[in-house]
């Protein structure tokens, strides 16, 4: 049986939204093992000139290393060798706005969306 795979497909200029299992340990606020960011590598570069919004999240509330994106934005662009952009909201006007005004090749990661109840 054939299947489809991303190869198939035309990204130029879609907004993609990517759901990431980037959840690393962190120690004093920093990225301590970046692995799993760095396996998603691959399936962005394939995204390239789409304009690609992740989304993703960070241990559970209540947890020491339950954070905000920002530093996994940060690890991400210097991986990537290119700016991902850390927007400090999930669905509120600030990432529609954010997600509204992308251009081509552009990155975006929103908040933690366990941040959010439900």
């Given at each position: 049986?054939?299947?489809?795979?991303?190869?198939?497909?035309n990204?130029?200029?879609?907004?993609?939204?990517?759901?990431?299992?980037?959840?690393?340990?962190?120690k004093?606020?920093?990225?301590?093992?970046?692995?799993?960011i760095?396996?998603?590598v691959?399936?962005?570069?394939?995204?390239?000139?789409?304009?690609?919004v992740?989304?993703?999240?960070?241990?559970?509330p209540?947890?020491k290393?339950?954070?905000?994106?920002?530093?996994?934005?940060?690890?991400?662009?210097?991986?990537?060798?290119?700016?991902?952009?850390?927007?400090?909201?999930?669905?509120?006007?600030?990432?529609?706005?954010?997600?509204?005004?992308?251009?081509?090749?552009?990155?975006i990661?929103l908040?933690?969306?366990?941040?959010?109840?439900?």
């Open positions: 049986m054939d299947f489809l795979t991303i190869d198939d497909f990204f130029d200029g879609k907004t993609v939204l990517f759901r990431v299992d980037i959840n690393s340990p962190v004093d606020g920093k990225i301590a093992d970046d692995t799993r760095r396996r998603c691959e399936t962005i570069n394939a995204l390239s000139n789409a304009k690609i992740l989304l993703a999240h960070q241990s559970r209540g947890n290393d339950f954070t905000t994106m920002e530093e996994h934005a940060k690890v991400m662009g210097n991986i990537l060798g290119k700016n991902v952009k850390y927007i400090n909201d999930l669905f509120g006007e600030k990432a529609v706005n954010a997600i509204r005004n992308m251009e081509k090749d552009e990155i990661m908040e933690n969306v366990r941040f959010y109840d439900d």
